[in-house]
């Protein structure tokens, strides 16, 4: 199934997750017989039993560290993804309980994928670069680490300041000027569920700090037709446009200059 950790994370940030027996319909209804749709106020204890032929049909071994992941979901409609609601293991009776706030169907299902780290990618090239990244997981994001040419600069002791675990999105602006030149970024991270990235994510890419190189510079003493010709060798790695400024007495005329090879 498709598993995310908070009701608010989309398809995107989602994962897979091993279920282990049927899914549950749970339905809560008040004195008049209306059904309650949602109950945090007063949360309800699940208990969901799952059995050795449950196990083995998933191909789980039935020891309790193997089980230790096992927890329940919530399926919700509206995104189409179960949701991660937890549990605490009953390892002598075969089950797993957790309290619940919502009506509707629930399973068992175990965690078995690290975390992923999508759509890496750096939004400037200046001396402080802003980072954004999806970093996803259904059990919690832990044992994070975000480096920038080697030194770590965000892990778990400050990742609430730059990670939000609804929307899955890491966003991390560069507090300590680069020079120009090529540089890398890596993320790496584990999560709850004991799952490591075999690999970190690395990032390539490039800061300009440098100015473009204006040379052979020329402009016409003489206006032809209310007109005046400028030219000059313009060079950067990343030239946008390129304008020329003349003042006369009248005040300062501003040119936009075709580029040219």
């Known amino acids: 199934v498709l598993a995310v950790s908070e009701e608010e994370d989309l398809f995107d940030t989602s994962s897979v997750a091993t279920t282990v027996g049927n899914p549950y319909i749970i339905n809560v209804k008040d004195n008049n017989g209306n059904e309650i749709a949602d109950f945090a106020d007063t949360p309800l204890q699940l208990t969901l039993e799952y059995t050795a032929d449950d196990l083995s049909t998933a191909e789980i071994n039935n020891t309790a ?22 549990g605490e293991l009953d390892y002598e009776n075969s089950s797993v309980t957790a309290d619940i706030t919502k009506s509707g169907q629930y399973i068992l299902a175990i965690d078995n994928c690290a975390p992923s780290v999508t759509d890496f990618k750096v939004t400037n090239e200046t001396s402080t670069p802003t980072f954004k990244a999806t970093v996803a997981d259904m059990s919690g994001i832990q044992d994070f680490s975000f480096k920038i040419d080697g ?53 390539t890419f490039n800061v300009d700090t440098d100015a473009p190189v204006i040379e052979n510079l020329n402009i016409s003493d003489k206006i032809y037709n209310g007109k005046i010709n400028i030219s000059a060798n313009v060079t950067d790695a990343n030239l946008n446009s390129v304008k020329a400024y003349v003042q006369n007495e009248d005040g300062i005329y501003t040119y936009d200059l075709e580029e040219t090879d």
């Open 65 to 86: 560290e193997d089980l230790d992941n096992l927890k329940i979901y919530w399926y919700n409609k509206e995104t189409g993804v179960f949701v991660y609601v937890g």
């Open 151 to 203: 030194k770590e600069f965000v892990n778990d002791s400050n990742l609430s300041k730059f990670y939000s675990s609804s929307s899955a999105l890491f966003e991390y602006q560069a507090t300590e000027p680069l020079e120009s030149g090529e540089h890398t970024a890596t993320i790496t991270a584990s999560d709850s569920a004991g799952n490591v990235m075999v690999n970190s994510v690395t990032l």
